[in-house]
């Protein structure tokens, strides 16, 4: 299945996991530029919409769209690659490394809110959605601590133990 890579991401947790993915299935990747990067516009969906990508959505089978979830919203620049690309996407695969746990996910700020968005803005295609919260790689004691959160980016000294077993499940459920 051909697959092409395409992210967004603002502190690099969400680059690294676009990267050990299109690594892994050896495929092509792509970086979404928004036409304005500003954080507090976005933050709040106001945009200019995104740069084209270079790859033509069109010849791939398959899409991963690797992203964050900010504040339980779909953000801007992820909406607007989907909207642009919509009738060339044939499946969509989004995931994203967020700061909201699977016992949240429903929740206000939750990244199962922007999945079912996801799902409803490509209706009719096949969507799959994937999170991987951050606090995966947290210690026990740092779990629920807001600081750790924002200052822990996913790297090579802590994709182990329950984020890698997941990560390595999603890559298996690819195949």
């Known amino acids: 299945m051909k697959t092409l890579v395409v992210y967004f991401s603002r502190k690099g947790s969400n680059k690294y996991l676009a990267e050990k993915i299109s690594a892994h299935l050896n495929c092509d990747i792509e970086e979404i530029k928004p036409i304005l990067n500003v954080f507090f516009l976005m933050l709040f969906g106001m945009s200019l919409g995104i740069k084209k990508i270079k790859a033509p959505v069109e010849n791939y089978d398959r899409v991963i769209l690797c ?90 000294g802590n994709f182990s133990g329950e984020i890698k077993t997941r990560f390595d499940e999603f890559l298996q459920s690819l195949n």
């Open 67 to 156: 992203g964050p979830v900010w504040m339980g919203k779909f953000i801007v620049p992820l909406k607007s690659f989907v909207k642009k690309y919509s009738k060339k996407i044939k499946n969509l695969v989004f995931v994203t490394c967020c700061g909201s746990t699977y016992e949240k996910k429903d929740e206000k700020f939750g990244h199962g809110l922007v999945f079912k968005e996801v799902a409803e803005l490509l209706k009719g295609k096949r969507v799959e959605c994937h999170a991987f919260p951050i606090v995966l790689v947290f210690p026990e004691d740092k779990k629920d601590d807001g600081q750790e959160f924002m200052k822990t980016h996913l790297n090579d």
